[in-house]
């Protein structure tokens, strides 16, 4: 099965930066998409950003301008540089991989979570 382990939460001022890092590991893997998602207590989860393998990028409204999405294809690693952060920012980040592990199998894992808290 496709693992993903992340790092790179904490707890950060307002204005101040983070680089959220996931690695993904598994046999004969190859990820399409790979992306981060924050859930927030009470609310649903949204998409911050995602990448493809191509490197195309997709960001949310909210996080434009101040998130940066990045991968290393080699690696199986995705990143996220969150810059300018806010404390609407404050939320579970989790990382997200989808692809196939063969011709016929596809996978949509998830990581466990990171938690992002952003002080004012």
């Known amino acids: 099965q496709v693992q993903l382990v992340e790092s790179g939460g904490g707890l950060v001022q307002s204005g101040g930066s983070l680089r959220l890092s996931c690695a993904a590991s598994g046999s004969n893997l190859r990820i399409n998409v790979m992306g981060w998602y924050r859930q927030a207590p009470g609310k649903q989860r949204e998409l911050v950003a995602r990448?493809?393998?191509?490197?195309?990028?997709n960001y949310a409204d909210s996080v434009k301008g101040r998130f940066t999405i990045s991968r290393n294809n080699a690696k199986n690693t995705v990143y996220l540089q969150m810059n300018s952060l806010l404390p609407e920012d404050t939320a579970v980040y989790y990382c997200?991989?989808?692809?196939?592990?063969?011709?016929?199998?596809?996978?949509?894992?998830w990581g466990q979570g990171t938690q992002v808290t952003v002080s004012s």
């Open positions: 990448i493809t393998r191509e490197g195309n990028t």
């Open positions: 997200n991989a989808q692809g196939k592990v063969t011709a016929w199998s596809d996978f949509d894992s």
